[in-house]
């Protein structure tokens, strides 16, 4: 069994700053795939990045880039000059045969 | 590339009556297609995997015969609540996987409000 965990309920951050939402995981597989969803008031899910284990390199979409590692199963999602479209609910994901969500983490950014 | 609609995205219903959901990849065929569930500010909740051409998989917990899943096409694939209670309201949303790309990735629609009266 796969289990994602986000142990941060919710999360401040100054427009133009920087936050870090956390994420952990455990899995037996050997090779997978670690998502960050966005899903904003419209509640549409948006994928914000995706990084493959296997791949050393940490992904990085404009300003959102990941911290993986992969030892420690622990996959962060990093914000950049945060903007105010940025405040939504962020999902760490997990998927094998299907994805696994964790709880979820409400990011507000301050003007 | 790779949109998924709902239809449709909010319904009223009064208690006891059957709502159905519809679910429609519009630019790839979904050999699976996903139901999750939502209550606010929570995750999402996988009610059932549907397959093309065969029955539903349920997740432990939710009623088959209460949360009925049709998978006819390659394209489509529907969820009707019966004799739906106020307890069942809630979002539910869809999604469909691209076998071929094999990155795992799922595509969402965008959800539908159900409110029972």
């Known amino acids: 069994a796969q289990t994602v965990t986000q142990s941060q309920p919710e999360m401040s951050v100054q427009e133009a700053e920087t936050v870090t939402l956390s994420c952990t995981y455990d899995t037996s597989e050997s090779d997978y795939y670690l998502f960050w969803y966005k899903q904003p008031p419209s509640r549409q899910m948006i994928l914000v990045i995706r990084?493959?284990?296997?791949?050393?390199q940490n992904a990085t979409e404009n300003r959102f880039s990941v911290n993986f590692q992969k030892a420690a199963k622990s996959f962060s999602l990093k914000i950049s000059d945060s903007q105010l479209g940025d405040a939504a609910m962020y999902f760490c994901a997990s998927p094998q045969s299907k994805l696994t969500f964790g709880k979820g983490i409400t990011l507000s950014v301050r003007p | 590339g790779a949109v998924v609609s709902q239809h449709p995205s909010w319904v009223i219903c009064k208690s006891g009556t059957s709502v159905k959901i519809e679910c429609r990849s519009l630019d790839f065929q979904a050999t699976t297609m996903f139901w999750y569930r939502q209550f606010p500010k929570q995750s999402l909740m996988l009610m059932a995997t549907?397959?093309?051409?065969?029955?539903?998989?349920?997740e432990q917990g939710v009623e088959k015969d209460k949360f009925l899943i049709n998978h006819a096409s390659l394209t489509l694939s529907t969820l009707t609540v019966t004799s739906a209670h106020p307890e069942d309201s809630s979002f539910y949303i869809c999604?469909?996987?691209?076998?071929?790309?094999?990155?795992?990735?799922?595509?969402f629609g965008p959800g539908t409000r159900l409110t029972v009266t």
């Open positions: 990084q493959e284990a296997y791949k050393q």
């Open positions: 999604s469909a996987r691209i076998w071929e790309l094999r990155n795992y990735e799922q595509y």
């Open positions: 549907s397959n093309e051409g065969s029955k539903a998989t349920y």
